[in-house]
């Protein structure tokens, strides 16, 4: 994967969280607030705990970290996946989610 097709997947996935969100705020009782700089987006829950989503350009990852731990998703030319065999990245992120906010949550690209 080319630097160029990296970048091109990663704001895909960085722009489907926002809009996810967007998505849950108003179907939803969940209040999750984004804030997006640059290549890292965090999710902030009612509880104030976080999600921080970032962008790691030269190894051509994408980072998640959540209270249960932290992540790394590698694009597959189809998914993003974690490096560890631990899953896709959006049933991970709905999971990981789900479990701050304390009530069921779906993300989806």
């Given at each position: 994967?080319?630097?160029?097709?990296?970048?091109?997947?990663?704001?895909?996935?960085?722009?489907?969280?926002?809009?996810?969100?967007?998505?849950?705020?108003?179907?939803?009782?969940?209040?999750?607030?984004?804030?997006?700089?640059?290549?890292?987006?965090?999710?902030?829950?009612?509880?104030?705990?976080?999600?921080?989503?970032?962008?790691?350009?030269?190894?051509?990852?994408?980072?998640?970290?959540?209270?249960?731990?932290?992540?790394?998703?590698?694009?597959?030319g189809a998914q993003w996946m974690d490096t560890k065999g631990q899953g896709e990245f959006w049933d991970s992120l709905s999971r990981y989610a789900s479990e701050q906010a304390?009530?069921?949550?779906?993300?989806?690209?």
């Amino acid at each position: 994967m080319t630097d160029l097709e990296f970048m091109d997947q990663a704001e895909r996935l960085l722009s489907g969280i926002e809009q996810s969100c967007d998505r849950l705020n108003d179907d939803t009782d969940a209040d999750v607030d984004n804030q997006r700089v640059g290549g890292m987006v965090t999710l902030t829950f009612p509880n104030r705990s976080q999600i921080v989503v970032n962008l790691q350009k030269p190894l051509h990852e994408v980072w998640l970290a959540a209270r249960c731990g932290g992540f790394h998703y590698r694009f597959d030319g189809a998914q993003w996946m974690d490096t560890k065999g631990q899953g896709e990245f959006w049933d991970s992120l709905s999971r990981y989610a789900s479990e701050q906010a304390g009530l069921p949550l779906r993300f989806a690209a």
